[in-house]
Every structure is written in structure tokens, then in C-alpha cells.
């Protein structure tokens, strides 16, 4: 293995500093080690592997069975794709005899095979073909999981490990977290992709290397620098001493200066107070600070929860998970979103339907009312949370007046039942939507008759609105939430909020951005609620703001549909004021 040094310029999608040793995750490849096994244990190896393919066909029974009870026709298909795989007997059989003849073990054999039969289907074009591949790498997974007697699944990773993959979906970030991993480095993803925003608030290092990825070997020394985007590869001893120096610095600094933050929330220079909250996911380093500053959750994504566990937790579960939450930051607010889920938020091996348009199909609020169950489960648990009065439901995704009806329905329906068993809630928990979606913010006025809070989810509106995917990194130029067609849909929403008389926030990463603050808080937004490590920067640049000033300039700039010229104006108007 080579121990050059090298330096690799990225993005930083998430940020800090961390040293480690690097642990390179190749797609298709199941990383088997291959043993030699001797004559008179051939005949328990086929035994094991027919025993992994039994219990893997029984597994996708199962999931056939509940994606049949939750999903219905068409998301049982993949499954009987799958099935066919699995059971695929002429394909078993010459596995089988390459077991005998090559004397390896059958994982080795198995994993080898399989690899061997995707190769040529990789190279095409066709639709079908790729989702062919993903369903035998789905099944591989799982007869491989077996065959290693499900030691990946809870195999903890060396310590300090920094994992080097083409792609990471968000249920990656929180499963490497619970084995451990300290950062990443990745070749796709934008950055308000998931992926980049739980990295985010668990305060792991991320960052974006598209070719530069290839280079990393497995069990290398590393730095990640998040600060500005770097990766060194096989440091030297200065190096990694001047960078344990920095991370040491880098780290504690951030939760102290939340601590340190004069009053909040943070006042304007001509002293318009701004409301500031944050933006959770999971249990993070930063909750306990955020709580005792009492600044308020304005988006708690709960599906992270379902992610974490691979499914949908019991009520119980999610009782004790919410509730921690609302006791812990009580009195402040916790505004607690619904599951989020389909698009690039699924749990690993799911049995979530494939989608041919996934950020366009069947996410937010679209699949939890078809999931009643599921849906009523999590209202039950939220409603019980809700006992300290600080607690509010959000909806993700909605596009229709008809999907707050039908969720408000289910929500008395269960606060009824509550009710009945004499079983404590607030029974004046306000419900709130995201604008996330065109159509809401285009009805907005609508939409907004109908709940206590609105919050925009700029991320989202923005890949909507500018028809550019957040995760795709080939469009990331135009994915730009500053877009004057962006900033004009945000300041419609703020205007139906305030005419009909309720709070209005935005949860998106825009909140976060130094540049875009005065613009919002200039288009009258209420609350901004950001990612943790946002909270500092935001309220210095609060305190500097002339709200009056800011206010006189959001017309003319949305109209003008530029941002420099604001600048511009901004910097004029605050010239001519001085002189
Ligand atoms: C958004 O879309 O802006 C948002 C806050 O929700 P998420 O990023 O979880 O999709
Ligand atoms: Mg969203």
C-alpha cells in the first residue's frame, strides 16, 4: 500500500476537523475475505450457505407480506423480484460446485459469483438493468449478512475511523455513527442532501472529493479538514500534530460560544427582536447547551428515528424519545415534524417501493397518510409528549389543503381515543405546516386559514421551485436557494402568514446563511431555525442589522430579482446615510 502524501481539494459539506484511519467502502463490493477451507469442511460450508439462502427467501417472505399489508400490488413486485434472485437454482448450483472445486469459503465464493454475473449488467443504460442490479446487491447483502452470521450488522469499526465512499445515504451517516465513525469522505451529494444535513447536526466532518475519493487507500492515515474542504492522505508527523492542536481547538469551541452568546433572541441594531431556534435530528452534542440556553427546536425531522432503528419504532419507543426531548428543553418549544420520509430518507434493506421520480413520488406527508397506522402510532406518542405544553406537530410536504384535513382527522380521531383511556395530552397542541412544495406556497394564503404555524423548508423549495435535485451534484449550480423565483415564493408565504395572523419561520439551510439572514428577517420572517453550528454566526450578524433599512429594501430587490443589487443598495443606502 502506497504511503505517499497527497492532498485532495473538496467540498466541505459538513464541517470540523477530524484524524484518523480510513476505511474505503467500494459499491457492489462486499469486502469477503477469502479462506482456504480444507476437504473434510467443504460439505459445512454448502450447509451454511443454504441455511443463509433459506433464511434470507424467508426474510423477503416477511417483507413481501408487510409491504403487501402497508403498500399494497406494487411494492410487493420488488420483493418477488428479489425472491427469484434468492432462489435462483442454477446459480446456487454452480456456487455450489465452485465451493467444492476451489476449496474457499462460501462467502468468498458467493460474493465472487454474484460480482461476476452483475459486471456485465453495470454497463448498461437500461432502466430495468440497473434495478437489477440493485435488487441482487440487495440479496447479496443479506445472504452475505447471514453467511458472516450477522456480525456486519453490529461489527464496531477501529477507533477514529473515517469512511471513504462513493455514496452515503443518510441511514449510512447513522449507522457508521453508531459504529463509531468520526467523518467522511464522499463523492455525491449536495449540500442540503440529507446525507450532509444529519452529518450536520451530529457534528461530523464531511467532505464532497469527486475524483479525488479514488485516490484514498483503505487503513490510511488521514486528515479531514471540514474547515476548508481538504483531505490530506498519509499526513506527516508535523502535520498530524498541528492539526490534533486545531481539531482540539476547533471542537469544544463551538458548543462554548453558544454558551457565551449574550441574550437571546437576538436583538437588531435598531431593535427588532429575531426569533433563533434549531434544527435536530438525533440526540447531538449540542442539545444540552441549546436547552439550558432555552433556545427553542423549530424542527425536530423524527424520521431519523426510523432510519436509526431500520424501522418504524413502537410507540413506547418513540414516547420515551419525544418526551426526553420536550422535558429536556422545557419551557422552550419543540416543534416535532412528522416523518419525513421516501426519497434519499429510507432505511437500508427497506421495503420502500423503487420510484422512478422518488423526490417527485411518494415522500412527507403523501406516504404517512397512506401508512395510517404507522402515522397514528407517532400522534400517539407526540400527543402523550405533549404534557409540558411545549410540544407542536409539523407536517413535511405538503401540497394540498386535502392533506391537512385528513391528517387533522386522524389527530383527533387519536386524541379521542387518548381521551377515552383517561391518558394525559395537550389537548391545545398546535399544529403546523412546512412549505416546501410550489403549490403550498402559491395557496399559502389557503393553506394558512387552517394551521397555527407556518415554517418554509427552503431546501426542498428550492430543488421545487428551480426544478434542480438537492443530492444531484451535477446541477448543484443551479441549485440556488437565493434565486430571486425562490426569494418571491418565501416572501408570498411570509405575507399570507401575517394576514392571517400566524408565525412564520424558515427551517431551511437558508436560515443558516449569513447572507440570506438580513433578507428574511427584512421579508418579515419570524423565527430562523438552523443547524446548531449556525446559531453564532446568525446572531452577530443579527445585531448588526438596521431593520428599518432592510425592511425599505426587500421590495426593490425581490422586483429587481437580484441579490448584488441589494448588496449593492444596501451598502449605497448605509453610504448616504453616513454621510
Ligand atoms: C427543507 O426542505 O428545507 C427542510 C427543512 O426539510 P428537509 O431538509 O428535512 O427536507
Ligand atoms: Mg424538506
Given amino acids: 500500500m502506497s504511503s505517499k502524501r497527497q492532498v485532495i481539494q473538496g467540498v466541505s459539506i459538513s464541517n470540523g476537523i477530524v484524524l484518523g484511519v480510513s476505511h474505503v467502502v467500494l459499491p457492489g463490493d462486499f469486502h469477503v475475505a477469502e479462506i482456504a477451507i480444507p476437504a473434510s469442511l467443504i460439505s459445512t460450508e454448502i450447509d451454511t450457505l443454504e441455511i443463509a439462502i433459506e433464511t434470507t427467501i424467508e426474510e423477503l417472505y416477511a417483507m413481501r407480506r408487510s409491504a403487501l399489508r402497508k403498500a399494497g400490488g406494487p411494492v410487493v413486485k420488488i420483493f418477488d423480484a428479489q425472491l427469484l434472485i434468492a432462489g435462483d437454482y442454477e446459480f446456487l448450483k454452480d456456487v455450489k460446485k465452485q465451493i467444492r472445486s476451489l476449496r474457499r469459503n462460501a462467502a468468498f465464493v458467493y460474493s465472487k ?7 456485465p449488467i453495470k454497463l448498461s443504460s437500461d432502466h430495468y438493468m440497473r434495478q437489477m442490479v440493485v435488487d441482487i446487491e440487495a440479496v447479496a447483502g443479506k445472504v452475505l449478512s447471514h453467511l458472516s ?29 453508531d459504529l463509531k465513525a468520526v467523518g467522511f469522505v464522499v463523492a455525491e451529494g449536495g449540500t442540503d442532501s440529507h446525507m450532509a444535513l444529519i452529518a450536520r447536526s451530529l457534528i461530523l466532518p464531511v467532505i464532497l472529493a469527486e475524483e ?18 481538504e483531505v490530506i492522505i498519509n499526513p506527516t508527523d508535523e502535520e498530524w500534530t498541528k492539526y490534533q492542536r486545531r481539531r482540539k481547538r476547533l471542537g469544544p469551541a463551538l458548543l462554548k460560544r453558544i454558551r457565551e452568546l449574550s441574550p437571546l433572541p437576538p436583538v437588531t441594531a435598531d431593535g427588532y427582536e429575531v426569533g433563533i431556534a434549531a434544527n435536530l435530528s438525533l440526540p447531538g452534542p449540542a442539545d444540552d447547551i441549546l436547552a439550558a440556553r432555552q433556545i427553542p427546536v423549530g424542527l425536530y425531522r423524527t424520521e431519523f428515528l426510523y432510519l436509526a432503528h431500520n424501522e418504524f419504532p413502537d410507540e413506547e419507543t418513540q414516547y420515551q424519545y419525544y418526551s426526553t426531548i420536550a422535558e429536556k428543553f422545557a419551557p422552550a418549544s419543540v416543534i416535532l415534524r412528522a416523518f419525513d420520509l421516501g426519497y ?29 397506522a404507522v402515522f397514528k402510532t407517532q400522534l400517539r406518542a407526540i400527543l402523550r409528549a405533549s404534557v409540558r405544553h411545549n410540544v407542536k406537530i409539523m407536517l413535511p410536504m405538503i401540497s394540498d389543503l386535502s392533506e391537512i384535513s385528513r391528517a387533522r382527522k386522524l389527530i383527533s380521531r387519536v386524541k379521542l381515543s387518548l381521551r377515552r383511556k383517561g391518558i394525559k395530552y395537550d389537548p391545545n397542541i398546535e399544529l403546523g405546516i412546512m412549505i416546501e412544495v410550489p403549490s403550498a406556497a402559491l395557496t399559502a394564503d389557503n393553506l394558512a386559514k387552517s ?24 446541477v448543484v449550480s443551479l441549485y440556488n436557494p437565493l ?6 415564493m418565501i416572501k408570498m408565504v411570509v405575507d399570507a402568514s401575517h ?36 446559531i453564532v454566526d446568525v446572531c452577530r450578524v443579527i445585531k448588526k442589522i438596521d431593520f428599518g433599512l432592510i425592511q425599505r429594501l426587500v421590495g426593490p430587490v425581490i422586483s429587481s430579482g437580484s441579490l448584488s443589487t441589494m448588496m449593492d443598495r444596501l451598502y449605497d443606502m448605509k453610504d448616504s446615510q453616513k454621510r
Fill in 113 to 119: 459469483a454474484v460480482q461476476d454475473a452483475i459486471a
Fill in 149 to 177: 452470521g450477522g456480525e456486519t450488522k453490529s461489527k464496531k469499526l477501529p477507533p477514529n475511523t473515517i469512511v471513504v465512499s462513493k455514496v452515503l445515504t443518510p441511514n449510512d451517516v447513522v449507522t457508521y455513527r
Fill in 212 to 229: 479525488g475519493w479514488k485516490s484514498i487507500p483503505n487503513k490510511c492515515r488521514l486528515i479531514v479538514d471540514g474547515t476548508i474542504g
Fill in 344 to 372: 434519499d430518507k429510507l432505511a437500508v434493506q427497506s421495503d420502500w417501493p423503487a420510484e422512478d421520480n422518488p423526490a417527485l413520488g411518494w415522500r412527507g406527508i403523501r406516504s404517512l397518510l397512506d401508512m395510517s
Fill in 451 to 474: 394551521v397555527d404555524f407556518i415554517s418554509i423548508g427552503t431546501n426542498d423549495l428550492t430543488q421545487y421551485v428551480l426544478a434542480a435535485d438537492r443530492t444531484n451534484r451535477r
Fill in 483 to 488: 434565486h430571486p423565483a425562490v426569494l418571491n
Fill in 499 to 534: 394576514r392571517n395572523r400566524i408565525p412564520v419561520s424558515v427551517c431551511g439551510e437558508l436560515a443558516g446563511d449569513t447572507v440570506a439572514v438580513p433578507l428574511l428577517i427584512g421579508m418579515g420572517v419570524d423565527t430562523l431555525s438552523m443547524s446548531p453550528n449556525r
